[in-house]
């Protein structure tokens, strides 16, 4: 299949005339001073740059903020992210605002070539001018850091960044982004947040055979760094139907009462929201809660029987092999009202159960919730390291069994293995990313 993704996006850049694959170079500038850009300007880049996640993927754990070289894989190799510090020899340092501005809406380096759409340039194409502006001001304001590019581990042709014209050609839809003049500017203002830099989709979004999202499933469910990112639409496999206020208060406070906590790489995108406007957080949370739709009866009578399951919780029996580690280990946060950080919500309306991907809750058991520094938020140990693969299987089994109505999963034994191997080393240690101490953890997308 793979061979036939490469004829692909070759024909693709073929078709591509000469004038879409080329772009010139901009000249270089002499870097502008700090002191010349305005305050104001500058504040309202860091908050673009936390709603971007920039700091997500161009930082590695213990690495300086914004130098780049997090390896991030996708199913075509490894693309290594760049230094987007304003050193003059290895990082941005001399690009003009045009050169910036250009990479963000085409994915265009300043020097002409393409970058590849692990960039996520086709949702930062969206983004207004005034807000590139603010980003540049922000990260020409940075310290410069000296770290030189890491060279990517593509095969031939990929590696040759023309084809990269080709994906354009077919995926790139430049500035498309229209306000809705029939909806609300709270809608509105989350539309543009979501669709441009927020990228909710990048992850929310499932891929087509040339890591393109796909258009005719959007938010209905992704792949990133071995977790699942759900199903933000109509398909969510909630247990409870997200409305405006759970999302607000997930998005900005990481936990809902009624939805859990949000772990992994959706623990890096919920700390940039804490450092946003609660207005435009709110926005996200509106306007998302219109993809997702108004729960139909059915849904919401579902909803309601789990809550009040979750009041009233039935006691755990220990008659299965599963059911006694439950019991045991988990039972005494889960089903006792125990106080935060260690109470956890009833597993009933625990979206990782009723998933039909078991990955995310083979995760959290073995890894555990980790503290946010510095703040009283939720703790769950990891046991890795003494639950074995059959325990672990086991205790699966019994969960979607007793917490959900779901068919079983399959394959259970080799997705507890494989994430036993993924979790021990990059599981969700890049919550403090914000302040740069964070993680190696690699990013799996397209
Ligand atoms: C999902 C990961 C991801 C996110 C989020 C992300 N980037 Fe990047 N970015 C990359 C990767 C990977 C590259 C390198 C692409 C390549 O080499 O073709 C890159 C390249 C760039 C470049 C080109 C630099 C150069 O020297 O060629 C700029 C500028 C940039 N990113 C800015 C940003 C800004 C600003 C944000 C936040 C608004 C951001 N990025 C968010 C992954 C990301
Ligand atoms: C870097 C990838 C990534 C990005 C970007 C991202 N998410 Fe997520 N999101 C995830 C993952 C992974 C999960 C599952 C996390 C978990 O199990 O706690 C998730 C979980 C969620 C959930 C919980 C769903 C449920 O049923 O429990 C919501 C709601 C959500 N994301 C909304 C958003 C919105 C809105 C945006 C954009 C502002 C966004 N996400 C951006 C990866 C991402
Ligand atoms: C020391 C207390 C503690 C123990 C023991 C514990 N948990 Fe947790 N667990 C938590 C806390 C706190 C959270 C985060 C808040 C939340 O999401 O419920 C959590 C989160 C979870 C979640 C995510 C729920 C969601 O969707 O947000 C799952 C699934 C889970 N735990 C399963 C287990 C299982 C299975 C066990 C036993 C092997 C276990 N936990 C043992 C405290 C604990």
Redesign the pocket.
């Known amino acids: 299949m793979i061979a036939g993704v490469l004829v692909a996006l070759l024909l693709g850049g073929v078709g591509t005339s000469f004038a879409i694959a080329w772009r010139p170079a901009i000249a270089t500038i002499d870097p502008p001073q700090p002191q010349s850009f305005a305050p104001g300007l500058v504040k309202r880049g860091r908050v673009l740059a936390a709603?971007g996640?920039c700091n997500?993927c161009h930082t590695v754990r213990g690495g300086r903020n914004f130098a780049g070289g997090l390896p991030v894989p996708t199913p075509f190799g490894t693309v290594y992210s760049s230094n987007i510090t304003p050193d003059v020899e290895t990082g941005i340092g001399r690009w003009s605002e045009a050169a910036f501005q250009r990479a963000m809406k085409l994915g265009v380096d300043r020097e002409g070539r393409h970058l590849y759409p692990t960039f996520p340039y086709d949702h930062f194409t969206n983004v207004r001018d005034e807000d590139d502006r603010a980003l540049y001001a922000y990260l020409m304001t940075r310290g410069p850091v000296h770290a030189p590019a890491r060279d990517n581990e593509l095969a031939f042709p990929l590696n040759q960044r023309i084809v990269v014209a080709g994906w354009k050609f077919l995926f790139l839809h430049p500035g498309t982004y229209r306000a809705d003049p029939t909806k609300s500017a709270e809608w509105n203002r989350g539309a543009y947040?979501?669709e441009g830099l927020?990228?909710?989709g990048?992850?929310?979004t499932p891929r087509n055979a040339l890591g393109a999202e796909r258009l005719n499933a959007i938010f209905a469910g992704?792949d990133?760094?071995h977790?699942?990112?759900?199903?933000?639409n109509a398909q969510?496999?909630?247990p409870v139907p997200?409305d405006a206020d759970a999302?607000y208060a997930?998005?900005r406070d990481g936990f809902h009462p009624d939805?859990?906590?949000?772990?992994?790489?959706?623990?890096?995108?919920v700390r940039n929201?804490s450092v946003v406007p609660a207005d435009d957080v709110r926005a996200?949370?509106s306007y998302?809660a219109d993809v997702f739709g108004a729960p139909s009866a059915e849904r919401r009578e579902r909803g309601e029987a789990a809550l009040a399951q979750a009041k009233s919780p039935a006691a755990a029996a220990a008659d299965s092999a599963g059911g006694a580690i439950y019991a045991a280990a988990c039972a005494p946060c889960h089903e006792s009202s125990q106080a935060p950080p260690y109470g956890g919500i009833n597993l009933v309306l625990?979206?990782?159960i009723s998933?039909s991907d078991p990955r995310?809750l083979a995760?959290?058991v073995l890894a555990g919730v980790r503290p946010v520094e510095g703040e009283l938020s939720p703790i769950m140990p990891g046991f890795a390291a003494s639950m074995n693969d059959a325990e672990v299987a086991a205790l699966l089994v019994y969960l979607r069994s007793r917490f959900s109505k779901q068919p079983a999963w399959s394959d259970l034994d080799n997705i507890v293995a494989e994430a036993r191997r993924t979790q021990t080393a990059s599981l969700d240690t890049r919550t403090d990313a914000r302040n740069a101490s964070s993680d190696t953890a690699q990013?799996a997308?397209p």
């Open positions: 709603l996640n997500d947040l979501v927020a990228h909710c990048a992850c929310h992704g990133v760094d977790w699942q990112a759900y199903a933000i969510s496999p909630s997200w999302l997930y998005l939805h859990g906590t949000a772990r992994g790489p959706m623990a890096g995108v929201l996200i949370a998302m625990s979206s990782a998933s995310n995760n959290i990013r997308k």
